[in-house]
């Protein structure tokens, strides 16, 4: 009996010392604090309840998630149990181990406000919006003043490619926490999908101040230009995001260069030669290298805001780019002899950056049985071990010696000028070959990017460009075989 109240006294101490501990916010004592009540309670759910909260709070999921699931076994139905676990699993990346957790604690606790809110994350992690949109309304239910919920109830509903459902529940977002930038670029993006450029544009502006925002740029001295005269001054424009939206908007410096602007462009090392030739630029330069003075600055894509871009103001003076002439020249002579005469010559390229917009290159099997048409590679540096495993089966050309990097993509540019016709994914290539004036037909996936806003089939950015939406979610096959049958009736018109 003595023993056993000596052991009860040793647990309390232990229990009460941890509490002490994380009161005081030392983390690692509490731990081991903990550690040291589990050894003399190990029936005692609480205490590996509090040991695994403390684990995780701490950043250590793993170990944490071996204590909340003891603490499971001996309470299988305690809410925050349950919670812990779940929210520990989305943490280490693993929602579809969440959900069991999350709708047992639904079914216990309907109004639960954290468990709605979390199942819908994790389906919108397995890419299950309309699951997730029901989650997410029951979580606006819950919270009807939650800024983040009314805000991811739109994403779910704008995932489901329904941008003008998700306009309302942005805005009442936006009502809520009106200084919240995620909210209002969220705003911006389904208003661009709709062609609302002017609203969108405005709204999408709010992106910059978000803390996750990598592409921001300070220059201490140098305001950010509000739209205004430009006589005589000199502009720094930066690029931001990826190697696409740099071939897409540096068309807008010619118009920059007629407000009396000088013009400096600082973009991407691996776009510089290729940029050389874009109109309206009096100084390039290459991310890392010495900047010119200048006396304001903008961010690349803030370019469409500050010249009041609407859908039929796009600057369309196409082709904005230009190849290498002596380049062109070898690359055409040498494509000329890989065609037979009366030939289709497809570029094609299958592998972006972004997984989502990536096209398995088996999925190009149709294009490979088209009669009359001869594919060439456009892919370059990656998804060349689909072409090496597929190239020959699909009687797909690689043309020899292409240099990697920025010398890669001024063979790119060549070889795409070369092509009668560009079949892509959503990657630089398209961009490229559209910004040279070429006929592309652009695969894209079930959520494309907002530059393409939700025209079935055209954008007004690249009058030759033929868009392929994605009619079912990973239907990768679908798109491609109407591609094919796009690119057959190309060649019964050639």
């Keep these: 009996m003595r023993g056993a109240v000596v052991g009860e006294e040793a647990f309390l101490q232990r229990f009460n010392q941890g509490l002490l501990h994380i009161e005081g916010s030392r983390l690692p004592e509490a731990v081991t604090s903990f550690r040291a009540a589990a050894a003399l309670r190990p029936e005692h759910p609480v205490i590996w309840f509090l040991l695994g909260a403390t684990l995780r709070t701490a950043g250590r999921a793993e170990a944490a998630m071996a204590a909340l699931r003891v603490a499971l076994r001996l309470r299988p139905e305690h809410p925050d149990t349950l919670f812990q676990l779940a929210s520990t699993h989305l943490e280490l990346l693993r929602p579809d181990r969440a959900l069991p957790a999350l709708r047992r604690l639904i079914a216990l606790r309907p109004n639960h406000e954290g468990a709605a809110f979390a199942l819908g994350s994790a389906l919108m992690a397995l890419d299950d919006p309309e699951e997730a949109e029901r989650a997410?309304?029951?979580?606006?239910?819950?919270?009807?003043?939650?800024?983040?919920?009314?805000?991811?109830?739109?994403?779910?509903?704008?995932?489901?490619?329904?941008?003008?459902?998700?306009?309302?529940?942005?805005?009442?977002?936006?009502?809520?926490?009106?200084?919240?930038?995620?909210?209002?670029k969220n705003l911006g993006i389904a208003?661009?999908?709709?062609?609302?450029?002017?609203?969108?544009?405005?709204?999408?502006?709010?992106?910059?101040?978000?803390?996750?925002?990598?592409?921001?740029?300070?220059?201490?001295?140098?305001?950010?230009?509000?739209?205004?005269?430009?006589?005589?001054?000199?502009?720094?424009?930066?690029?931001?995001?990826?190697?696409?939206?740099?071939?897409?908007?540096?068309?807008?410096?010619?118009?920059?260069?007629?407000?009396?602007?000088?013009?400096?462009?600082?973009?991407?090392?691996?776009?510089?030669?290729?940029?050389?030739?874009?109109?309206?630029?009096?100084?390039?330069?290459?991310?890392?290298?010495?900047?010119?003075?200048?006396?304001?600055?903008?961010?690349?894509?803030?370019?469409?805001?500050r010249c009041r871009t609407r859908a039929d103001t796009i600057p369309q003076e196409i082709p904005y780019l230009r190849t290498d002439p002596e380049r062109a020249a070898f690359w055409r002579e040498w494509i000329l002899g890989q065609a037979r005469p009366g030939e289709l010559r497809v570029g094609i390229q299958w592998r972006a950056?972004?997984?989502?917009?990536?096209?398995?290159?088996?999925?190009?099997?149709?294009?490979?049985?088209?009669?009359?048409?001869?594919?060439?590679?456009?892919?370059?540096?990656?998804?060349?071990?689909?072409?090496?495993r597929l190239g020959e089966r699909f009687g797909i050309v690689d043309p020899p010696g292409r240099r990697a990097g920025a010398e890669g993509f001024l063979d790119t540019a060549a070889l795409a000028e070369s092509m009668d016709l560009v079949v892509a994914c959503d990657s630089v290539v398209g961009h490229v070959a559209g910004a040279l004036g070429k006929p592309v037909f652009l695969a894209l996936p079930w959520l494309g990017d907002w530059r393409w806003m939700n025209h079935p089939d055209r954008t007004p950015w690249y009058p030759a460009h033929r868009l392929f939406r994605m009619a079912r979610r990973n239907d990768w096959r679908g798109v491609m075989a109407r591609v094919a049958e796009a690119v057959a009736e190309e060649v019964r018109r050639a």
């Design 353 to 388: 950056d972004g997984g989502t917009r990536s096209i398995p290159l088996e999925c190009f099997e149709p294009l490979s049985r088209i009669p009359g048409a001869r594919l060439f590679s456009l892919q370059q540096a990656v998804g060349l071990d689909e072409l090496e």
């Design 136 to 184: 997410f309304r029951l979580a606006a239910l819950l919270q009807p003043d939650g800024a983040a919920v009314n805000n991811n109830v739109g994403a779910a509903i704008m995932a489901q490619r329904r941008p003008g459902a998700a306009l309302g529940h942005f805005r009442r977002a936006i009502r809520i926490d009106p200084a919240w930038p995620e909210h209002r």
């Design 191 to 305: 208003q661009l999908m709709r062609g609302e450029l002017e609203e969108g544009f405005r709204e999408y502006e709010w992106r910059t101040g978000q803390a996750v925002w990598q592409w921001n740029q300070s220059f201490p001295g140098k305001p950010v230009w509000d739209g205004g005269p430009l006589v005589g001054r000199t502009i720094l424009v930066h690029y931001e995001q990826g190697l696409g939206d740099s071939v897409q908007f540096v068309r807008y410096l010619p118009l920059l260069k007629a407000m009396g602007a000088r013009t400096v462009f600082e973009c991407q090392p691996v776009l510089k030669p290729l940029l050389a030739t874009a109109p309206g630029i009096d100084a390039l330069v290459a991310r890392g290298e010495a900047l010119p003075d200048f006396d304001c600055c903008l961010s690349l894509m803030s370019l469409p805001l």
